[in-house]
Nanobody, 124 residues
Framework: QVQLVESGGGLVQAGGSLHLSCAAS????????MGWFRQAPGKDREFVVA????????WYGDSAKGRFTIAKDNAKNTLYLQVNRLTPEDTGVYYC????WGDGATMREDYDYWGQGTQVTVSA
């Protein structure tokens, strides 16, 4: 069983930045592929970015390319998401997720464990 706890969300003005973290429990973090998703009010949960267990392979969704950066610190069992040049369209709850098996993935159903989410609100 893996437990995930996100932090770092908040209220920021358009153009600003945030640094999100996801602390994970469990002894297999270094081999666990993980991802970030987000969900805006009234919309489906959307893929943002994924990373493989080693932290060397990454997959970015269109909304994240050029503005977001994912990183994985296996020594600290922590996943990060640096989000820059935020716009009001980035507003939503940001979730981290982990897979039991396999490489980074872009589909919600490929993930087995989810955190409770952290709210990001971007004002115009």
């Amino acid at each position: 069983q893996v437990q995930l706890v996100e932090s770092g969300g908040g209220l920021v003005q358009a153009g600003g930045s945030l640094h999100l973290s996801c602390a994970a429990s469990g002894s297999t973090f270094s081999t666990t592929a993980m991802g970030w998703f987000r969900q805006a009010p009234g919309k489906d949960r959307e893929f943002v970015v994924a990373i493989d267990g080693s932290g060397t392979g990454t997959w970015y969704g269109d909304s994240a390319k050029g503005r977001f950066t994912i990183a994985k610190d296996n020594a600290k069992n922590t996943l990060y998401l640096q989000v820059n040049r935020l716009t009001p369209e980035d507003t939503g709850v940001y979730y981290c997720a982990a897979r039991r098996w396999g490489d980074g993935a872009t589909m919600r159903e490929d993930y087995d464990y989810w955190g409770q989410g952290t709210q990001v609100t971007v004002s115009a």
